[in-house]
């Protein structure tokens, strides 16, 4: 079941001795892993930059949808906007929860997908009654040509603070951020109207307020200093213990050096 929404991949519940699989890290992969699993290791179409590792991690090239792994092998499995892509969604999500304990899943939430749409995503994601809801892309009403990912991906989270404030605070306002253990209930297109009119129709007041609750004042209050405390301690954590991964060819010639 989904336990909790973490404020990135900086914000997880892992151990010091959890053994963790990432899956589909790309050009950005986490210094947390410690095996790394991507299916394309030469094209680009899924991701914005070359394929890059960290020289302590273990990488294997293999499908998302059946991983050579044996069940509970791991107890954390990251995946970071990867099951927006994926051919047979249900395998994928499946795959996550038998080889790892615990895990995060994260994906555009549907409005993010729509201000920073990507050609390759296959599926519009919902996080709705402590489930993801997938809806086919290609049945969507509405416009997901026009790409606003520089302003809202590139520009504004290192130039506003107020945006980081609100990129925090409303955690699924451009994100589905789910740390899970066990396992994830989903649904994929769905047929209930309780779901679909999420992806079909205007939303009402009374939607908007299932997505994104009331608070109180208090609440507010306190949602705002806990993510300003929070972007000041990892700008603190990052001067002092920032890693950089190198590429995948660098990579292959440490390990054949290191042979």
Not at 67 to 78: A, H, N, R
Not at 120 to 140: A, G, Q, T, V
Not at 187 to 207: C, D, G, H, L, V
Not at 239 to 247: A, N, V
Request: charged share 25%; glycine share 4%.
């Amino acid at each position: 079941m989904i336990t909790r929404t973490p404020y990135d991949r900086d914000n997880l519940k892992i151990g010091k001795k959890d053994k963790v699989l990432e899956v589909g890290p790309g050009h950005s992969p986490t210094f947390r892993s410690n095996v790394l699993v991507d299916l394309f290791v030469d094209s680009n179409y899924h991701r914005c930059g070359n394929l890059k590792i960290y020289p302590h991690q273990q990488f294997i090239n293999a499908n998302g949808e059946a991983l050579p792994f044996k069940d509970k092998e791991f107890d954390y499995v990251i995946c970071n906007q990867v099951l927006e892509h994926a051919e047979n969604p249900a395998e994928f999500i499946r795959e996550q929860c038998r080889v790892a304990k615990r895990g995060y899943m994260e994906t555009p939430s549907l409005l993010g997908e729509f201000l920073f749409p990507k050609k390759s995503h296959k599926w519009i994601i919902l996080h709705l009654d402590n489930k993801l809801i997938l809806f086919e892309k290609s049945r969507m009403p509405g416009n997901y040509e026009n790409n606003y990912g520089e302003l809202f991906l590139n520009y504004l989270p290192y130039q506003s603070l107020t945006y980081k404030l609100l990129w925090l605070t409303e955690g699924d306002l451009m994100l589905n951020r789910c740390e899970w253990k066990d396992n994830i209930e989903f649904i994929i297109n769905p047929t209930n109207e309780k779901y679909t009119a999420f992806f079909t129709q205007p939303w009402s007041r009374q939607m908007v307020e299932q997505m994104y609750p009331r608070r109180s004042a208090i609440k507010e209050i306190q949602k705002i200093w806990n993510a300003f405390f929070y972007i000041i301690k990892n700008k603190v954590k990052y001067k002092i213990h920032g890693h950089t991964p190198i590429s995948l060819e660098e990579y292959m010639r440490l390990k054949e050096e290191n042979k």
